[in-house]
């Protein structure tokens, strides 16, 4: 008779087995929540390091365009003075 006693029935097997499948569900729930959390936080940090990589970026490109600018008016303005400079050596070089 103690034998019966000790052994757990199928019904207590069956409750047993449920109550660990949902603790099982409740942790996979939580670590669910868990990384859907960082997960998120991740994706918002990068979509700052994103945002300001792009300002960057369009800052630099700005200031080229700008540079390339001014290297080409310089580089008109060289051209220009070469050619006064030219035009006052070439009145000393005629004779008199």
């Known amino acids: 008779m103690s034998e ?29 929540s868990e990384f859907e959390t960082r997960f998120s936080e991740v994706e918002k940090r990068l979509d700052k390091i994103q945002n300001g990589v792009e300002i960057r970026l369009d800052k630099i490109h700005g200031e080229v365009k700008e540079t390339h600018s001014e290297f080409y008016a310089l580089r008109a303005e060289f051209r220009e003075l070469k050619a006064e400079f030219h035009e006052f050596r070439s009145q000393f070089n005629q004779p008199a």
């Open 4 to 32: 019966n006693v000790t052994k757990p029935t199928i019904e207590t097997l069956l409750e047993r087995l449920n109550d660990f499948r949902q603790s099982v569900e409740t942790r996979l729930d939580k670590m669910q």
